[in-house]
């Protein structure tokens, strides 16, 4: 009996450390389950031992937070679908509800607009209206229901710029003499409380770019030392997190969780991933990593973040399946504690390339062959990279605004003998575009629902298409047919 529980104790122990986690940011692109059911083995593969599943608006919310839901919410059965896929593969589940900022999911919707710290922004939720904390423990009561038996859940409770503005919270700083990061802290401390009290085997998470400014008298007595693990994040390529955080941290935190970035984290608006970029992110955090240790009694392990938008109404940013290929090296660079050729020819083996994986994708003219789940995204998207330099290379030439431009086009005041070669070369543009869209909207549905193919197309492919397709309509409307081939 007694060996027994050690044995389950030193099971734990190991558990309980050393994660590599995939962060599942769903508020963008979220994957379908027939997807999920195929990158979840390969995230096993590829040495994660978790997820980190952001549901924000995708998660099945009924009763008062039905309105939270969005239209396309994973149902319930594909809640557990997803839980029974991470146990297959033996990987753990922590779910992350946002619970103070990145709040537009909810507050956008005219029901909890009462909610705002500021009538006028969705972001962050008023902490001194009772109605907010019931709200976010509604929220954790109903994710915690679908999620059985969990160690770790996390409150998000990063980037929360709007505090202490309302004229509520600024009687309440007033009479209780508080300051902003007071308010922050009793907010937090009050959710973090309910979770302790009512899932008293859950240990919950945040991130902790609110308190890394904090000094530490001011964080001793903030009340969070044993509510709570923070998660530090940090995606640069040099650190660039205040020197004394892990001595302030350690003073409260035993037990400490790490933050780096496999895509979304190099611009709101990228949607190829240089992976050569996050190399550099994780090597800096493995040396982090290596001098810091000694500080905490356990280094929970690592959350490897994979952004889908930079906020709510942000555009979609890089896509999972065209980033697998950055999350295997990255997985791989904190598994082994370095980047090096042989691990670069493992994970191209994972990943099924017939040769390394391209490290830039920037200068390919072209997908090299690999067969992993969504390569035929990863291809597209490289394409589309290639598509959209020629774009850019004819649209900047300036052969176009001296020979061609929509007035001269317009009155048909053209030379054919520039006309007719600019024309032929926008004409022949737009033919590749078309074969391009069909390939990528068929790529892309196979992976995701119709609503995140519609918005990339819009977003990032159709406006170019259109323009290419206007110049040659305005063409041939104005008599100049004969000059397009
Ligand atoms: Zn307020």
């Not at 923070?230 to 995606?235: A, E, I, S």
């Not at 589309?384 to 605004?401: G, R, T, V």
């Not at 070669?421 to 995701?448: C, D, H, M, T």
Request: glycine share 4%; aromatic share 12%.
């Amino acid at each position: 009996m007694h060996t027994n529980r050690c044995y389950t104790a030193d099971r734990m122990n190991l558990m309980d450390q050393n994660h590599r986690l995939v962060h599942l940011d769903l508020k963008g692109a979220p994957p379908r389950v027939e997807y999920l059911e195929q990158v979840i083995p390969l995230f096993k593969k590829l040495g994660a031992t978790g997820l980190l599943i952001e549901y924000e608006d995708m998660f099945p919310y009924y009763g008062d937070l039905e309105e939270v839901a969005s239209q396309h919410a994973y149902s319930k059965e594909a809640i557990y679908r997803i839980q029974q896929l991470a146990e297959e593969n033996s990987l753990i589940i922590i779910p992350l509800v946002q619970s103070f900022g990145h709040f537009e999911f909810v507050l956008k919707h005219e029901k909890f607009r009462s909610l705002r710290e500021v009538p006028n922004y969705p972001m962050a939720l008023c902490p001194s209206n009772p109605d907010s904390l019931m709200a976010v423990c509604m929220m954790i009561d109903q994710v915690m229901e679908l999620h059985q038996g969990l160690r770790w859940f996390h409150i998000g409770a990063d980037e929360v710029y709007h505090i202490g503005i309302c004229d509520k919270c600024k009687k309440r700083m007033h009479v209780q003499n508080l300051t902003q990061q007071q308010l922050f802290f009793s907010h937090c401390k009050a959710v973090l409380n309910y979770i302790k009290v009512k899932y008293p085997s859950v240990t919950a998470i945040m991130w902790d770019d609110m308190l890394r400014h904090t000094e530490l008298p001011v964080l001793l007595e903030s009340g969070l030392a044993g509510l709570v693990e923070p998660m530090v994040w940090h995606y640069l390529t040099k650190f660039l997190l205040p020197p004394d955080i892990w001595d302030k941290f350690s003073k409260l935190f035993p037990n400490i969780w790490f933050g780096s970035a496999f895509k979304g984290a190099t611009g709101s608006n990228m949607y190829l991933t240089n992976i050569g970029y996050h190399i550099e992110n994780h090597l800096v955090w493995v040396s982090l990593q290596e001098k810091e240790k000694q500080k905490f009694q356990t280094i929970r392990g690592y959350a490897v973040t994979g952004w889908s938008r930079y906020d709510h109404y942000a555009v979609l940013c890089e896509l999972l399946p065209q980033a697998l290929p950055s999350l295997g090296i990255c997985l791989s660079v904190l598994n082994k504690g370095t980047f090096n050729a042989d691990l670069h020819n493992g994970v191209s083996a994972v990943l099924k390339f017939k040769s390394h994986l391209p490290i830039s994708p920037f200068q390919c003219l072209g997908a090299p062959p690999c067969d992993f789940p969504g390569h035929k995204v990863y291809r597209d998207m490289l394409d589309f990279n290639h598509l959209e330099a020629s774009y850019e290379d004819l649209m900047h030439n300036e052969s176009i605004f001296t020979w061609m431009n929509e007035y001269q086009i317009k009155r048909n005041f053209v030379n054919p003998v520039h006309v007719g070669p600019l024309l032929n070369a926008v004409a022949k543009l737009l033919e590749s575009f078309r074969i391009l869209k069909a390939r990528l909207q068929s790529s892309l549905s196979e992976v995701f629902y119709d609503t995140a193919t519609e918005e990339w197309m819009n977003v990032y492919f159709f406006p170019k298409k259109h323009k290419l397709k206007d110049i040659i309509e305005n063409a041939r409307n104005s008599g100049l047919s004969s000059l397009i081939e």
